[in-house]
């Protein structure tokens, strides 16, 4: 009888992102104490509408003024330690990286895009060899080719839903009834 090894990487799923990933700061993508920051927030849910304790949230997006050309700032790293030192709490960046908390909760605070009514998501979860691409639009924006693509119900699933003062909320679900509207790139 052969013995039983336990798994390699190779062999499970994961997560193993969960160490590595995630750094300091990363959901501030706005400056600190920037008048025009909002707050995306949201959960997580597996298909059996089960909150995702365990994933990680990436959000991409142009500066208020529509640049795309970013700015490092994200994982900059300490001169004395070169551990990294997370945001220097200055500068856009227009990329965020958080992990969701115990209820599947998650929460970047950024700035307006310019240029396109959305943030670019991608969502890395457990039992998922690859990761996810969506939108998290901040307004039903009719002129939008996805959204004019996408039937009503469809089309919610993308649409954040407001929460004054100055905060916007969109759930993510994996699968099942309401699953949200991922994109596939070839």
Known sequence: MTPLHAPTPSQTIGPFYGNA?????????????HPDAITLH??????????????????????????????HGSLRRDPATGRAAGRDGVTFTGFGRVPTDADGHW????????????LSVALFARG????LYTRAYLRDEPADRLLASLDAGR????????????????????????????????
């Open 21 to 33: 990933l995630p750094f300091a700061d990363g959901g501030e993508i706005a400056p600190r104490a």
């Open 42 to 71: 949201g959960y997580v849910y597996d298909g059996a509408a089960e909150p995702v304790p365990d994933a990680l949230v990436e959000i991409w997006q142009p500066a208020p003024d529509g640049s795309r050309a970013g700015a």
């Open 155 to 186: 089309r919610a699933t993308l649409l954040a839903l407001p929460e004054p003062p100055r905060a916007y909320r969109f759930d993510m679900r994996l699968q099942g009834e309401g699953e949200t509207v991922f994109l596939g790139f070839s």
């Open 128 to 131: 998922l060899l690859h990761h």
């Open 107 to 118: 929460a970047v605070r950024t700035l307006p895009p310019g240029g396109v009514p959305y």
